[in-house]
């Protein structure tokens, strides 16, 4: 069982996953409540609903790289961000054009391949692989313009420590003029 990516009834691509998933998703939920709180016990429940489904559940693979990286594992976090990030794009036809296409956030199964993306650029954008980071932030916001991700942040600070002016000043000027190095410098936590 695997998910796939296909247009829906209103045009919009989307993606699927096998019904049989809805049988594990209150474990998930539960597991998903004890990052930050108890990371063995959740991923404990997440690796079970791994073990049923392999191929397919992108977002325990996503959250089990949030709780490994909450305890200071960064190979294993690195590992569950790549598969996560794999499973969603076998899952794409190749009729998908990942630069022209959509997949929009309001979409909720395109979220946890979203996600995804936004966890594996975290990750390289933590070991400082700008390069890789940039590049996949750049394609989330190709997928989704809108951003509801708050991508754009992320860009603004590898624009600013990279020292790159230009691409900073494109990005302001595509969201509107909107200050975003304000917000970045707000953030208590930054990542560069």
Not at 35 to 52: P, R, T
Request: glycine share 4%; aromatic share 14%.
């Amino acid at each position: 069982m695997e998910p796939y990516v296909q247009k829906d009834f209103s045009g919009d691509w989307r993606f699927y996953f096998p019904e049989e998933m809805v049988s594990v998703m209150d474990d998930y939920y539960e597991s998903v409540e004890q990052i930050d709180h108890d990371e063995d016990l959740a991923q404990i429940g997440l690796n079970k609903i791994i073990k049923v489904f392999p191929q397919c559940h992108i977002d325990a693979y996503n959250h089990l790289s949030i709780s490994n990286r909450n305890q200071s594992k960064t190979e294993q976090a690195l590992q569950y961000a790549i598969t996560a990030y794999m499973i969603g794009m076998y899952a794409f036809p190749i009729s998908f054009n990942h630069n022209n296409d959509k997949l929009i956030w309001l979409i909720l199964e395109n979220r946890p391949f979203l996600r995804s993306l936004q966890i594996l650029g975290l990750e390289f954008m933590r070991r400082r692989d700008l390069v890789r980071a940039e590049s996949l932030f750049l394609k989330l916001i190709l997928y989704n313009p809108n951003d509801n991700q708050g991508i754009r942040y992320l860009l603004a600070e590898i624009y600013h420590y990279t020292k790159e002016k230009r691409k900073l000043k494109a990005l302001e000027k595509e969201y509107s003029g909107e200050d975003l190095l304000l917000e970045v410098f707000s953030w208590e936590d930054r990542i560069l």
